[in-house]
């Protein structure tokens, strides 16, 4: 595994966690807290989408008289355009 060096920057609060994490013992330095701790996240994220997809999956296979109409098309384009624009704006 190859490993590549950064120098990266903390809140107090999450080098408070990351130190607290080696102080535990669950992590031998502060590298691997970080590394570790990223890992999770990115498992999460994935058992995330993987359920995401399997309902997804689910709803679509359900046949047509089972849909839930979602209102009128133009406002959910509505809703999603306005949340699209305060995803902008907060960037």
Known sequence: MSVQKQSVSFTDAAYAFARELVEAGEYPNMSAAVSGELAKAKAERERE??????????????????????????????????HLAAMVRNT
Request: no cysteine; glycine share 6%.
């Open 49 to 82: 989408r993987t359920v995401l997809e399997a309902e997804l999956e689910r709803r679509l296979a359900l046949p047509l008289d089972r849909w839930e109409p979602v209102g009128d098309v133009s406002d959910v384009m509505a809703g999603a355009r306005a």
